[in-house]
């Protein structure tokens, strides 16, 4: 079972700009529930881990994207909780040189001092990832595994998201979180009080996203702000840089790169645009993935961007 390291808190933020809107601002910080098994993905491999002791599995495989946040957490569960970890991983480009891969992708460097095997794959076999042929396939070479899919979304997953809303969050209005797959907020809308208003802030801009979350609840109490995807998933322009930098520093609060700077970007010019009434009490999600931040600074060198703090 998973331990948590360090119990998630509200923080509240004190800032001129709500004091004017008259609205009351507070982060869950679940980026704090464990240095390397982060916010969201600590919260969503917890059941599954479960499942694959009982189940006596000694594998556990998954997927992901390079930098992933899912890559970084499932490698660290594994090495903290006895399981071998594979990590199928988009880009077989990657595979051509390991140790200059590693060397340039702080996410893989670090799934691999935790034991991850990588598997890498084209882009196209990547996309045919769930189907039973290419499962086959990693059966025949790695053996009997317990597979947890891309992002770590499945039922166990949703079960575990339930999990980030307290009985004392029920007085707020809103609670925001970051979407990727849309397991944590099908999770937080299952929790929630018909009440409130879950806002969930997709870090990508493809339309697939109501259908995941109406697979894992059953409430109507969201919405999606599609506004703040900065271009697609794992985009990032001056703005934002600068905007998560002025944040760490004002309110000792760090934001990640591709989902808590994108979603917080989006709450505060919201709060600007007058969209919630005077008086709203938000309590924003933060998910955790700050492990990215290095890896987009890999990215913001290149392009001679500004890098984020760390
Ligand atoms: C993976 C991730 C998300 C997206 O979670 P989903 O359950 O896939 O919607 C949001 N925030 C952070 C920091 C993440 O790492």
Redesign the pocket.
Known sequence: MLKIQQTPYNQHINDCLLKKKEIDLYVKRE?VLHQHI????FR?LYYNIIAAQAQQHDTLLTFGGAF???IA?TAAAGKEYGFKTIGVIRGDELGKNLSKTLAENPTLQFAATQGMEFYFVSRKAYREKTQADFIDKLSQSFGRFYLVPE???NAL?VRG?EEILRPEDMDFDYVC??????????GIINSSATNQKIL?FP?LKEDFLNHNIQQYTQKDNWSLVRDYHFGGFGKIDKKLVDFINMVKTLHHLPL?P???GK?FYGIIDLIKKDYFPKGSKILAV?????Q?REGMNWRLQKKGLPLLKL
């Open positions: 980026d982060s916010g969201n993905k969503k992933s946040n899912h957490a992002g770590g979304t997953a998201t979180s970051a979407i990727g797959t849309g397991g944590t907020i099908a969930g870090a990640d591709i989902y808590t979603m933060h998910t955790g993935g700050l990215g």
